[in-house]
């Protein structure tokens, strides 16, 4: 087996949002194809880590992004246990990767989960042209590069000429490999503990609610979506909204209680909430990058309505029908897309599992390393 190490900067074990998760499974699955070791910050659950070796050797809080003294660490643990490949989760890291390189010899993948300078650009943060300079001189240093979504590669490729044979789409995954056959048993748990009436269509929205994108897409679907599926003639349904992090000044949605919205907070099994619902609502509009649950959702079988921002970095042509995308902000056709793929069943097709099991993800990326 290859003697792999990652570089995990920030807390994911247990994980409470996508990204954590998508980290996370990722690292367990890598973990099964490599002798994999993770150097990350105090405070993960070891307990969790199942096919790795953890090493909380990082600084909590932005001082670990200046520590200069993990130079002469990290080459020493690489030399020590004879590392042939280091992977670095985001490229925050690049000036820390590059010196360890320098020492060692040893070969840098940057695992970027997002083009990150479009993120916070999106996001109002003054100081996105700076990173985006950093970033591509990360980029173009690199011997490696993976890519979770595919536009970001053609993004990488196209704009910042960046050698295509170093790239790799390397997508978020799901660690189920066929569409599941307990939805109606799902289903039914969750309509009663909702009490939601066998009439009625599930319509799921979860996610980090603490994340600004994430808060507004609920405010989108509470201001902007529902308002036009309750005008829907003879369309039933309850909304569940699964996720912690909702501000307190929203009262967990007790005021939208009588408008066919049901607030269900952090779940533990969300995997049963996925398999429950039969409409994925998907209105996200900034932030940038892959939205997990998305994936997610279409692997545990339940059709997904999006838009073109919350459909980004997805393989159309594996999902099928199981994904309906609309334009950005165009609300009444996002309302009526609902409507009319909460008529039809089909099951995930056989192709999405091929591109987005995590085994498949992990050997893949052994591969490249």
Partial sequence: MKKVLDVMPYQYLPYFSGGQKSIAQFLDYLGQETELSVITVPGNDEKI??????FPMLKKGAAKYYDF???????????????????????????LAFSVRKRTGVKTIFHTHNIEYQRFKS?????????????KWAFKKADTLFFIAPEEKSFAVNQWKINPAKCKTVPFGVPVKENPADREE?????????????????LLFNGLLSYQPNLDALKYILDHIN???????????????????????????KNYQSHNVVY????????????????????????????????????YGT???????????IEREACGDKLNVVPNSDWKSFSEAVVKASSVKTATPASYYKTYYWGEIAKSAEEMM
């Avoid at 003294?69 to 890291?93: C, G, R």
């Avoid at 799902?186 to 599930?202: D, F, G, M, N, W």
């Avoid at 309850?238 to 307190?248: A, E, F, N, T």
């Fill in 303 to 313: 059709t997904v309505v999006a838009t073109e921002s919350g459909a980004a970095g």
């Fill in 123 to 135: 996001l109002g943060k003054w100081w996105w042209p700076i990173l985006k300079v950093y970033e």
């Fill in 227 to 253: 308002p036009l599926l309750e005008k829907a003639v003879d369309f039933r349904y309850r909304i569940v909204i699964c996720g912690k992090g909702l501000p307190s000044d929203m009262n967990e949605l």
């Fill in 69 to 95: 003294s993990m130079v002469s660490k990290l080459a020493d643990f690489v030399k020590n246990n004879q590392i042939e490949t280091i992977v670095w989760e985001h490229p925050y890291y690049a000036w």
């Fill in 186 to 202: 799902c289903s039914t748990k969750v309509r009663a503990l909702h009490q939601i009436s066998p009439e009625e269509k599930i």
């Fill in 49 to 54: 880590a199942l096919s790795y070796r953890l």
């Fill in 264 to 299: 269900a907070g952090f779940v533990d099994d969300i995997e049963m909430y996925f398999k429950a619902a039969d409409i994925f609502l998907n209105p996200v509009q900034t932030g940038g990058g892959i939205k997990t649950k998305m994936v997610e959702a279409i692997a």
